[in-house]
């Protein structure tokens, strides 16, 4: 019997019944997701509560110091260049079979979450939108839109604001602004002001590793969740 069982992402079904069996046996369960930033580039996290919007509050009240020179450095690395003259919302898509959508959020289809987006931007802005990489979901033509397919970081920084789901594209934004509409249930859906925007990006940071510091016996042994684990 372990005292721990580690499981990634733990929405799915038939994740819940693995992690009910092991809950009935008084097993703790430890939760795993790619990272905050640099998402899909050999970043990852563990919670002890869940994943995403299942998140322990990451808002430690204690812990109010602010790095701002790794924030410098993560947003240094991520930025592009500004492609829009113009005022624009930016709107970064999903891809709907996620647990994300599935289980938190108000819209089942991106298209649905389109024709709400068009009902609150003032019509002065233009609508900049972004297909999931991993989405074949044809977006519906509308005489606002201005699809695009380059880098987030060209357009997040120099928005007017940023409307999404729980996109981990709302996170990187926080990198640069608060300007943001969280439409479902995340890590984004909260209200923050300059300063708790950076706290918050501070934390995530810290909560967040490398694969390779996996490897790293020290650093996980001075790691936030193992020290969380050594708790239960």
Known sequence: ???????????????????????????????????????????????????????????????????????????????????????????????????????????????????????????????????????ENPIIADSRFTVVDKDVHHYIPYADMVIGINSTVLTETLLYHSNIITCGIGITSRNLNDQTRLQLVSQLLKKQMTWDQLYDTEFIKNSKFYNEMKTR
Not at 9 to 28: C, H, P, Q, R
Not at 40 to 67: E, P
Not at 71 to 87: D, E, G, N
Request: charged share 20%; glycine share 2%.
């Open 1 to 135: 019997k372990p005292d721990f069982a580690f499981i990634w992402n733990g929405n799915l079904l038939s994740d819940k019944i693995t992690i009910n069996t092991f809950k009935a046996n008084k097993v703790n369960m430890v939760y795993g997701e790619l990272g905050f930033f640099d998402h899909y580039n050999k970043t990852c996290y563990f919670d002890l509560n869940g994943v995403n919007a299942k998140i322990s509050d990451i808002m430690d009240t204690h812990d109010t110091i602010i790095d701002l020179p790794l924030i410098q450095k993560i947003k240094a690395k991520h930025i592009q260049k500004r492609l829009m003259s113009h005022p624009y919302v930016f709107v970064p898509l999903q891809v709907e079979s996620d647990t994300q959508i599935l289980e938190f959020s108000p819209f089942k289809t991106m298209n649905s979450f389109l024709e709400y987006v068009i009902s609150i931007v003032p019509s002065h802005l233009a609508i900049i939108v972004k297909n999931h990489p991993r989405s």
